[in-house]
């Protein structure tokens, strides 16, 4: 068993093992690309993310095997950072997951929508995101947006956390997750586009809306946005603020 194959199987067994584990990793890496096998490392890397992908059941080694994908990838450095042309690595695997983005097994789907958000999420804000990746990242979880499998559009909702621009009532980002947080039928999807949509003036009387949604989850949901933003009662209108009192009494 390669030292890849041996740390995704150790990566199973807890969180607290990660960090070990990645650091590890990141030697391997570095020796690879050392020995001017730059290629090698991910080739195999993304060998053993295939066997993730395929995985269906949410079961609590597989969800820490995807945690550990997330965290290896989004600890790389660029193995040489005067090469303007080398991609960061966790942009890399982003590119590579989303061949599959539109495969025939859902579980692939979930998985690939799980991976690209956790990854896509937990990027640096500072991190380097080519334009063409950062496009094809908004189409293709756009798409996903109206999967047949709520677990599916889940996931690539949660993936547009970072792409949308709430004051931009244009956004395709943007309106996809007010459109998903008044209309789709699963309250999950309602939930999570709730949670990662920014409050501007424009999503502002959307969300308000929400708190009158059938499901009282959602209506949680859409109270404790408003109650985390710090600006709330001077963006409130006074119909606004007796709409959300109502609903809620």
Not at 57 to 77: N, Y
Request: charged share 30%; net charge neutral.
């Amino acid at each position: 068993m390669s030292s890849i194959s041996q740390a995704f199987q150790l990566s199973q067994k807890g969180s607290k093992v990660h960090a070990k584990l990645v650091m590890k990793l990141l030697k391997v890496r570095r020796d690879c690309h050392l020995s001017e096998q730059p290629d090698s490392f991910f080739e195999q890397f993304v060998q053993n993310v295939h066997q993730i992908l395929v995985i269906k059941k949410r079961a609590p080694c597989v969800e820490r095997c995807v945690e550990f994908v997330w965290k290896f990838a989004t600890s790389c450095k660029k193995n040489n950072e005067e090469d303007e042309e080398e991609e960061d690595f966790a942009c890399q695997l982003i590119r590579h997951l989303l061949q599959y983005h539109n495969a025939k097994d859902n579980a692939v789907r979930f998985r690939v929508c799980q991976i690209v958000a956790a990854t896509f999420n937990n990027l640096d804000e500072e991190a380097e995101i080519e334009d063409d990746l950062w496009d094809n990242v908004v189409d293709c979880m756009v798409k996903r947006c109206t999967d047949k499998t709520v677990a599916v559009r889940a996931q690539a909702t949660s993936c547009l956390r970072r792409l949308h621009e709430p004051e931009e009532q244009d956004n395709e980002a943007t309106q996809v997750l007010v459109q998903l947080m008044n209309t789709d039928k699963a309250k999950e999807v309602r939930r999570v586009a709730l949670s990662c949509l920014g409050i501007s003036r424009y999503t502002l009387p959307h969300i308000v809306t929400r708190t009158r949604d059938v499901e009282p989850s959602v209506r949680r949901k859409a109270l404790e946005v408003l109650a985390g933003f710090d600006r709330l009662l001077e963006v409130l209108s006074i119909s606004q603020r007796v709409r959300v009192w109502s609903n809620n009494v």
